[in-house]
């Protein structure tokens, strides 16, 4: 616990909300459809359960349904902006759904927009939310609104992608105010190594490689990846150095050393990864949200681990959201609790 405290005017996040859909893949499912065994998904992959969104659902129905809840505690004329920061799987592939969020959600007066960078991009959204209420006064309050339905891009049957097999659905929005008196976003640190910028990604869909009859015979349009071993070989030994230094670079520009940091809200990642990640940083399993109960959303992991923990937070905790997206960029923002929960409670 912390006290630190500066004259910056307060920029946090004041409100919150999730959707998960109502249908479950359990690791037993996951086990019938994979062939891998129950308890290897359970304990390796990190899986009890996933939510997974039917037909009817998108992208952007679920961030919308994440972002309700909010508008039951704030005026939707008072937003100023929202920012989609979800999955690019949405649902259409030369489209934004921005605009949809901010129609639905009746905020009349804000402009949208989005910005995307698959999995990472919830610590990067913390940052670009901040500096536009610090940078422009006619700006009070941004709704960031992430919507995924990466279950839908899953091949169980392509054994190269099976690293993205946890891949799950639902929505996240936070509500990011100048003047917010419950929480503080401080700094925030990324790394790129663009070597990895053709390993992950959907072949076929885009002006690459368009649709076609073929591309769907071949099974083309899930998420693949071009060389698994390579990928691993290179990937295994900067991955969590990467994690650690993205987060301590978040840390030294809040003004606070690693050792300082009482929470961590990491992406779902394998077990074994998210504890080589905490020995790193010398925290314990107690101080980090672990989501086997829903799965990776994509870029939603860290708002969703924050909403699920705010309870728990007390004054003075430092708090580190972080994230890597394929690409592969790694990213933190930290975040300091100074007082009453977010929504309230």
Sequence with gaps: MNTRVDNEVSIGIAETGVYVPPGVETAADMAKQTGIPEEVIRQKFGLVQKHVADESMHASDMAIAAARPILER????????????????????????????????????????????????????????????????????????GGCKESQIIDYQNPRSRFMFNFADGGAAA????????????????????????????????????????????????????DPADMKERLDSVSIPNFIAAVEKAIANSGYRV????????????????????????????????????????????????????????????????????????????????GASVNGL
């Design 74 to 145: 704030i005026d939707p004329l008072e937003i100023d902006v929202v920012i989609y920061y979800g999955s690019p799987h949405k649902d259409y592939p030369v489209w934004s759904c921005a605009p949809k969020i901010q129609h639905a959600l009746g905020a009349k007066n804000a402009y949208a927009f989005e910005i995307m960078n698959v999995s990472s991009c919830f610590p990067i959204a913390l940052k670009v939310a901040k500096d536009m209420l610090a940078a422009d006064r006619s700006i009070r309050t941004i709704l960031l609104a």
């Design 175 to 226: 509500l990011v105010k100048r003047g917010e008196t419950g929480n503080r976003i401080l700094g925030s640190g990324f790394l790129t190594d663009g070597s990895f910028y053709d390993d992950v990604k959907v072949p076929a869909g885009g002006s690459a490689m368009p649709a076609s009859f073929d591309t769907v015979r071949n099974r083309l349009h899930a998420i693949d990846v071009r």
């Design 259 to 338: 050792g300082d940091i009482d929470w961590l809200l990491p992406l779902h990642t394998k077990r074994s990864m998210f504890r080589q990640l905490l020995q790193g940083l010398g925290l314990s399993e107690q101080q980090a949200v672990y989501l086997d109960e829903y799965g990776h959303m994509s870029a939603l992991d860290p708002c969703f681990g924050f909403h699920l923990a705010k309870n728990r937070f007390q004054p003075g905790d430092l708090i580190v959201t972080v994230s890597a997206g394929t690409g592969y960029t790694w990213a933190a923002t930290a975040i300091l609790w100074e």
